[in-house]
């Protein structure tokens, strides 16, 4: 009797260990498959673009995909900064690691500093407990830092060691942390300009200039538009269980003449918004945003 009550703990030690086990590589596979997705996804020929301007953009991250050099995203509000930094990530020796991304002009002073490098318990008012931030959070990744130029002075020193020697101290801390991180950077300012005026450190600005991409406005490349369309079509009309058709001739001139100001981001905005209010499968006017 007694062995039998020690065996039934034992067969239910057991199984409760074999059902963490398996649930354990079920995440793992599953994990797998979602970063295999991911990469998909971020393949360069995944990308829409057709024009010389992006055939341009294909090569130069190509290229520098397989380094660990700084690269600076250019271009305006919508252009697809953040997914051209995944395609450089995600074709990259470090695809396996984390991609994290920071919006600078999010959060301001000792938050964004925080967010960025970590902190201790007690450091300043709200932290209650020590939390490391995102630079520790992608080392052996990346770390994709957008409207750079929203950044603060005395940040863009802390940010300037960091590329240089590749280390840091938390918020309230002089422990020294060091990381491997790979940083690419984006901004729709000038930073020269910035430079000139003195609102950005000329030091920071050339470290991170080692290699720029400009992306070019989707006025500049006015022939990836159809493919653009139909591709935001197909997505939207999945997505609310819509048919709604391919645009008619006219149409589409209309749409080829506007300048899109909002790039691809309104561009994508407009056909959600013409799937979404769409009663029938023809796209017409009237679904169209009044600006365009």
């Not at 290229?63 to 700084?70: E, K, Y």
């Not at 902190?119 to 209650?128: D, E, N, Q």
Request: with cysteine.
């Amino acid at each position: 009797t007694f062995l039998e009550i020690i065996a039934a703990f034992l067969a239910q030690a057991i199984q409760i260990n074999r059902m963490v086990m398996r649930q354990k590589e079920e995440l793992l596979e599953e994990n797998s498959q979602l970063r295999a997705q991911v990469r998909d996804r971020f393949r360069f020929d995944n990308i829409i673009g057709d024009s010389p301007a992006m055939h341009e953009v294909f090569n130069v991250v190509g290229q520098v995909a397989n380094s660990r050099a700084t690269v600076l995203l250019l271009g305006e509000t919508g252009t697809g900064k953040e997914m051209i930094a995944k395609a450089i990530h995600y074709n990259s020796p470090r695809k396996d690691r984390a991609f994290i991304r920071v919006n600078c002009g999010a959060l301001t002073g000792t938050l964004l500093e925080s967010e960025l490098f970590g902190h201790v318990k007690g450091s300043f008012t709200g932290a209650i407990r020590d939390k490391i931030g995102r630079f520790e959070a992608a080392d052996g990744g990346t770390i994709f830092l957008d409207e750079i130029g929203t950044m603060e002075p005395q940040l863009q020193v802390k940010l300037l060691r960091v590329l240089q020697e590749r280390e840091f101290e938390r918020v309230g801390d002089n422990t020294v942390v060091q990381v491997d991180v790979r940083v690419i950077a984006a901004t729709n300012v000038d930073l020269q300009e910035e430079v000139a005026r003195a609102n950005f450190r000329e030091d920071l600005f050339y470290r991170l200039n080692v290699v720029s991409i400009y992306l070019p406005p989707l006025r500049n490349r006015r022939e990836d538009i159809p493919r653009l369309i139909d591709f935001f079509l197909d997505k939207y009309n999945a997505v609310n269980g819509r048919n709604l058709k391919r645009i008619n001739r006219e149409l589409l001139n209309v749409m080829l003449r506007y300048p899109w100001p909002g790039n691809v981001r309104e561009l994508e905005n407009a056909m959600e918004r013409g799937v979404v209010l769409s009663r029938g499968e023809d796209f017409t006017e009237e679904l169209l945003p009044l600006s365009v």
